[in-house]
């Protein structure tokens, strides 16, 4: 079995990860800011200050993978100046610190998995649109999340140059029952309300943490995975669909009502352009590749959902 190098090993996405590496047999070893004990068995924290431009050395010795997850919430603020510059630098240095200490320090990794997201696209030309966003189409550097997504990847991908395996994992929106976008759109059905984001038409392309999850295990372990992967469920759907979807699966009664968009614009700012986007993602590259989804479509996926514990 292999040992696993991790960036951004404690967020949404890295938590289920290591959790199932380890389950596979792996070793996880968590880049974190601190020194800690995990206290679990095939788990253990390095240091590395991405500030500072330093990583533990043994660590980095000891993977033969590195799985790049970090970087700031996308959602987690408003976007000021200050917090896109934070999304933006967490990223880019992060990817740059890891290949600098893979072209300089001893190592024996042979395959770098980094993830992205489909913030790559722009919006859909229209709704709904024919021609779904394939891996091969260019970023869209007018929008601040193409920009970003650019700058991310490219920042990482001077690995291939000193002959490692690299993959990019552009993610959609995830759905897990942990935290995230999922959990949002549960917390007003608390209250009998199921909230339509606009006016619902924009398409939303998921994808559920275990297939999420599934994937990156398969790039670790796989080495016919190579290149740019759309990690979205192959069935978008509009946001009203997903809503919807969410209530009736959750139980009980809910009344679907809109949230205009200019009432998003003044809560979010910026980031409610996000909010009500249609961005339509084929993952079609991705099914070639044999891989198999296990909830290729939202109401299975809900289901599935709302019979977890929040954990």
């Known amino acids: 079995m292999a040992t696993i190098l991790i ?8 938590t289920a990860l290591t959790r199932a590496l380890v389950q596979q047999g792996h070793e996880a070893i968590i880049l974190s800011r601190t020194a800690r004990s995990s206290g679990q068995k095939g788990i253990r924290y390095a240091v590395w ?14 993977a033969d993978a590195v799985v790049h997850l970090a970087g700031a919430g996308v959602a987690d603020a408003r976007w000021s100046e200050a917090r896109k510059q934070e999304i933006v630098r967490s990223r880019v240095d992060s990817g740059t610190l890891l290949a600098k200490a893979l072209r300089e320090l ?3 990794v042979r395959t770098v998995v980094s993830a992205s997201a489909i913030g790559w696209y722009g919006p859909d030309p229209v709704i709904p649109n024919p021609k779904p966003f394939v891996e091969t189409d260019p970023a869209a550097t007018a929008t601040f999340l193409g920009r970003t997504c650019a700058a991310w990847e490219a920042a990482i991908r001077p690995v291939e140059e000193l002959g490692k395996r690299l993959v990019f994992a552009r993610i959609g929106i995830v759905l897990s029952r942990a935290g995230g976008a999922y959990a949002e759109f549960r917390k007003p059905m608390r209250f009998g309300v199921a909230p339509v984001m606009g006016n619902g038409r924009q398409i939303v392309s ?15 372990e796989n080495r016919n995975y190579t290149g740019t992967y759309n990690l979205v469920a192959p069935t978008p759907v509009s946001n009203r669909k997903l809503i919807t979807t969410i209530a009736k699966a959750k139980g009980g009664f809910h009344l679907t009502a809109p949230a205009p968009a200019f009432v998003l614009k003044v809560l979010l700012g910026e980031m409610s352009v996000e909010v009500l986007k249609s961005t339509t993602v084929s993952s079609r590259k991705l099914q070639d590749q044999g891989f198999g989804f296990h909830y290729p479509d939202i109401i299975a996926a809900a289901k599935n959902l709302e019979r977890k514990k929040k954990v």
Do not use: Y
């Open 49 to 62: 200050d991405v500030a500072a431009g330093t990583i533990d050395p043994a660590a980095l010795a000891a």
């Open 206 to 220: 998921w994808i559920h943490i275990d297939d999420l999850v599934r994937f990156f295990v398969a790039a670790v």
């Open 7 to 14: 960036t951004g090993g404690t967020g949404l996405v890295g």
């Open 106 to 108: 001893p190592n024996k």
